[in-house]
T-cell receptor
Framework: GAGVSQSPRYKVAKRGQDVALRCDPI?????LFWYQQALGQGPEFLTY????????KSGLPSDRFFAERPEGSVSTLKIQRTQQEDSAVYLC?????????????FGPGTRLTVL | GQNIDQPTEMTATEGAIVQINCTYQ??????LFWYQQHAGEAPTFLSY????GLEEKGRFSSFLSRSKGYSYLLLKELQMKDSASYLC??????????????FGAGTRLAVHP
């Protein structure tokens, strides 16, 4: 029973290093979302994919953040030249329908710590 | 703008009832979700309201008043395992033809014996 999986679960990066976070959504899910969750806060929207199309990237904090989903399944969130303020849990969620009418199914997240 | 408010922390006794409130001011409202999140884990779906009224699901119930921009999550017969953060999230429609979830900061509930 595969749910949403993310890797790595934990990542420690030195400031200035590039990182890549992977999300494997539930098979067949059309919609895929990335969120950033700071300690003690709720998830904040970063970007949304409908199949391979990135329809909304308004939540990406800066041009150091880049996301892709080239074949409409696996997605990668890349952060270039990481800064300490990038430290957070990065959550991926998928939903079966185009308009995310249903509940979103969340992965366990990747906890990024930037030193 | 989008604004969602819920209490930061609550405590309750095992076996009791607790109500977690959420108020919101959003555009394009298209439903309200409650998620449970244990420390270090993914949020998991609890309930969904799009019409006014009460939705009951076992020990959990959720209420919505769209005119007041208000929802609550009611947890009955509290168990120790209910200690977690409870996230209120509003689904908003956007002109691109999709919905986006806007989350509150979450309410950390501590259940004690």
């Amino acid at each position: 029973g595969a749910g949403v999986s993310q890797s790595p679960r934990y990542k420690v990066a030195k400031r200035g290093q590039d990182v890549a976070l992977r999300c494997d959504p539930i098979s067949g899910h059309v919609s895929l979302f990335w969120y950033q969750q700071a300690l003690g806060q709720g998830p904040e929207f970063l970007t949304y994919f409908q199949n391979e199309a990135q329809l909304d990237k308004s939540g990406l904090p800066s041009d150091r953040f880049f996301a892709e989903r080239p074949e409409g399944s696996v997605s990668t969130l890349k952060i270039q030249r990481t800064q300490q303020e990038d430290s957070a849990v990065y959550l991926c969620a998928s939903s079966p329908k185009r308009e995310a009418d249903n509940e979103q199914f969340f992965g366990p997240g990747t906890r990024l710590t930037v030193l | 703008g989008q604004n969602i408010d819920q209490p930061t922390e609550m405590t309750a006794t095992e076996g009791a009832i607790v109500q977690i409130n959420c108020t919101y001011q959003t555009s394009g409202f298209n439903g309200l979700f409650w998620y449970q999140q244990h420390a270090g884990e993914a949020p998991t779906f609890l309930s969904y309201n799009v019409l006014d009224g009460l939705e009951e699901k076992g020990r959990f119930s959720s209420f919505l008043s769209r005119s007041k921009g208000y929802s609550y999550l009611l947890l009955k017969e509290l168990q120790m395992k209910d200690s977690a953060s409870y996230l209120c999230a509003v689904r908003s429609s956007f002109s691109g033809g999709y919905n986006k979830l806007i989350f509150g900061a979450g309410t950390r509930l501590a259940v004690h014996p």
